[in-house]
Each structure stands twice: as structure tokens, then as C-alpha cells.
């Protein structure tokens, strides 16, 4: 079982739709970070969270410490949202790693 | 205030050469993280070095990769004798601290080895 569970792994929606990524991890965590990816792109830190909600934009973070879950919140997407989104956590134990989640490859139509 | 920036953003060696890629972090941070990311799959911790140590080098293949951050200068990931499995993307990030202190990522640099 992968440490960090990211859903769903593909997600299509039509322009202004409300979208929803979630990940589940297993471990102990100091923090998650929220990933985005271009394709053939650089990757862009989103946000990071240690409890909480966090909003930038039309983007919006929230995790639950107790359940061992995030989601991050797309509002008013947008066909320039299409992107890999990636979901990582610094794992307690191993302070100095990033353990990332597949992504969610999320395209937004026009 | 730039970024983190790789170089070169595109690489193609054969087979048996060297591959180098550097790695400037931004202006004030001292720890700098490589991770790579093979084609169809999701990014893994390589190697984790602060200004003339390596902290944590355990994702790192055993044989022909090195790393380094010297004094002055870049991160440099090296890879002696390259093989097809190498050729992936090569993404480094750099922070002001450890553990929970926010990631700038580089832009990657591609590695094709033909």
C-alpha cells in the first residue's frame, strides 16, 4: 500500500464546474504540500499545510490531522486548471523526504 | 528575487557518457532536495544536501550518481556512464530550513539517453 493515495487518478470537467482532488496518506506527517505540474512543465508548490484551510485565489486547501486526509478545492475552474495536481507529505520518520502521491490529471474543457 | 533554476533544461547523452545537472537554489536557502521523476511515474526523493554535506543521500541508486553543493557554486547530480533507465526528469527543489519550511521547485531538467 502506497503511503500517500491520491483521487481520482483522472478527472475531465467542464469550465466553471467545482472540482474536488483528495489524498489520503498513512503516516505521521510535519506537513503536505499541494503540487502542481504543466505538462513537459516545471512544478509549482501550490501550498502547504499542517492543519487547517488555506485559500489562494480560486484555489482552496483544507486537512484533517485526525483522519489522515486533504483535499484540495478548484472553484470557477478554468480550461488554463488543466495540469497534473500532486499530493506530498514530509513523513514524520524520515523528516528530509517528500513522499508524493501518482497525481490527479485533471482537464478542464472548454 | 529568481527562483531555483536548473540547467540544462533539456540533456541528451548516449549511452556510457556523463550527465551533469545543476541546480542554483534561491537567494538565502541553504538546503537543496533532487528528485526524479521516470517517465509515467510519480517523483522520488533522491538525495537531500545542505552547503558541503549530504544529509540524506537514501534514494539515490547505489552506483554511477553522486551529488554535491559545494561552498560556492551549485548542486551538481551527477551520473557517470548512463543508461536508457536514467533518462527521466530531474526536478530540484531548495528551502530556507528543514523539515516543515515551504518548497520552490526548478523547472526539471530532461535527461534522454539514446
Known amino acids: 500500500k502506497n503511503e500517500v493515495e491520491q483521487s481520482p487518478q483522472n478527472l475531465t470537467a467542464q469550465e466553471g464546474e467545482f472540482i474536488t482532488i483528495n489524498c489520503s496518506y498513512s503516516?505521521?506527517?510535519?506537513?503536505l504540500h499541494w503540487l502542481q505540474q504543466h505538462p513537459g512543465g516545471g512544478i509549482v508548490s501550490l501550498f502547504m499545510?499542517?492543519?487547517g484551510k488555506k485559500k489562494h485565489g480560486r484555489l482552496i486547501a483544507t486537512i484533517n490531522i485526525q483522519e489522515k486526509h486533504s483535499s484540495l478545492h478548484i472553484t470557477a475552474s478554468h480550461p488554463r486548471d488543466s495540469a497534473v495536481y500532486i499530493c506530498?507529505?514530509?513523513?514524520?520518520?524520515?523528516?528530509?523526504?517528500?513522499?508524493f502521491g501518482a497525481g490527479t490529471i485533471l482537464r478542464v474543457k472548454s | 528575487n529568481a527562483g531555483v533554476m536548473q540547467n540544462p533544461r533539456h540533456l541528451v547523452r548516449r549511452r556510457g557518457q556523463e550527465a551533469r545537472l545543476r541546480c542554483s537554489p534561491m537567494?538565502?536557502?541553504?538546503?537543496v532536495y533532487w528528485y526524479r521523476q521516470l517517465p509515467e511515474e510519480g517523483l522520488k526523493f533522491m538525495v537531500y544536501?545542505?552547503?558541503?554535506?549530504?544529509?540524506?543521500e537514501s534514494g539515490m541508486p547505489k552506483e554511477r550518481f553522486s551529488a554535491e553543493f559545494p561552498k560556492e557554486g551549485p548542486s551538481i547530480l551527477r551520473i557517470q556512464q548512463v543508461v536508457r533507465g536514467d533518462s527521466a526528469a530531474y526536478f530540484c527543489?531548495?528551502?530556507?530550513?528543514?523539515?516543515?519550511?515551504?518548497?520552490?521547485f526548478g523547472n526539471g531538467t530532461r535527461l534522454t539517453v539514446t
Open positions: 527543489a531548495s528551502s530556507p530550513g528543514q523539515g516543515a519550511s515551504p518548497l520552490h
Open positions: 503516516v505521521g506527517i510535519s506537513a
Open positions: 499545510l499542517s492543519s
Open positions: 506530498a507529505v514530509r513523513d514524520m520518520e524520515y523528516g528530509n523526504k517528500l513522499v
Open positions: 537567494k538565502g536557502h541553504s538546503h
Open positions: 544536501l545542505q552547503k558541503e554535506n549530504i544529509i540524506d
